[in-house]
């Protein structure tokens, strides 16, 4: 069962414009959320997270918002710039289970 | 830092043979995860430690894969026999926080590709 969901599998974005990816999970006692970005080759990197005891995180250009009540997370990346363009994935936990999303492709066009 | 190091980085083995993935985590973290990455399912956890203690290794799909983890800086994970459905993308990852649900540090990843 996908607990996890990233329903974009692709997303493409012009540099300089905000880049808004998706995710939503089904279950409700998931308490802390992750972004983890991939390029090819490479393994996932640590981006950003957020705990459930909070609606917004920001990093520089990076934001994750959570809406518990729509059991919904987003990141916010703005400007997007061309080196932003990677695989994102979204990945939930609670206690020791973790899910990721299946991922969504970010293409920045200069 | 050199990161998490994993060996090898591609590995072609035909159906039945043994195939060992080997990880080096990050100095000082004293959790390690191996997850698999497939078109199918995504990434999934696989199995993980704690102080070179398994903690969970309800991911491994089945007895063909075993994990070891003989010290804090080595950990292999064991596909014997091997099976053309096991063809995916191998990560370790290592972390500090001592829990899988915190942020981790993910290796390079090996590529198997069982024929």
């Known amino acids: 069962d996908q607990q996890v969901k990233q329903n974009s599998p692709s997303l493409s974005v012009q540099e300089g414009r905000i880049s808004i990816l998706n995710c939503d999970y089904t279950n409700s006692m998931f308490d802390y959320f992750l972004w983890y970005k991939k390029y090819p080759a490479e393994g996932p990197t640590f981006l950003i997270s957020i705990s459930s005891i909070k609606d917004k995180n920001e990093d520089g250009r990076f934001t994750v918002f959570l809406n518990k009540s729509a059991k919904h997370l987003s990141l916010h990346i703005v400007p997007s710039q061309p080196g932003d363009s990677a695989v994102y994935f979204c990945?939930?936990?609670?206690?020791?289970?973790?899910?990721f999303g299946a991922g969504t492709r970010l293409t920045v066009k200069p | 830092d050199a990161g998490v190091i994993q060996s090898p980085r591609h590995e072609v083995t035909e159906m039945g043979q043994e195939v060992t993935l080997r990880c080096k985590p990050i100095?000082?973290?004293?959790?390690l995860f191996w997850y698999r990455q497939t078109m199918m399912r995504g990434l999934e956890l696989l199995i993980y430690?704690?102080?070179?203690?398994?903690?969970?290794d309800s991911g491994m799909p089945e007895d063909r894969f075993s994990a070891k983890m003989p010290n804090a800086s080595f950990s292999t994970l064991k596909i014997q026999p091997s099976e053309p459905r096991d063809s995916a993308v191998y990560f370790c990852?290592?972390?500090?926080?001592?829990?899988?649900?915190?942020?981790?540090?993910f290796g390079p990843g090996t590529r198997l590709t069982v024929t």
């Open positions: 430690f704690n102080n070179n203690v398994p903690i969970d």
């Open positions: 990852a290592s972390s500090s926080r001592g829990s899988v649900s915190y942020e981790q540090y």
């Open positions: 100095s000082g973290h004293n959790s």
């Open positions: 990945a939930a936990s609670r206690n020791n289970d973790m899910r």
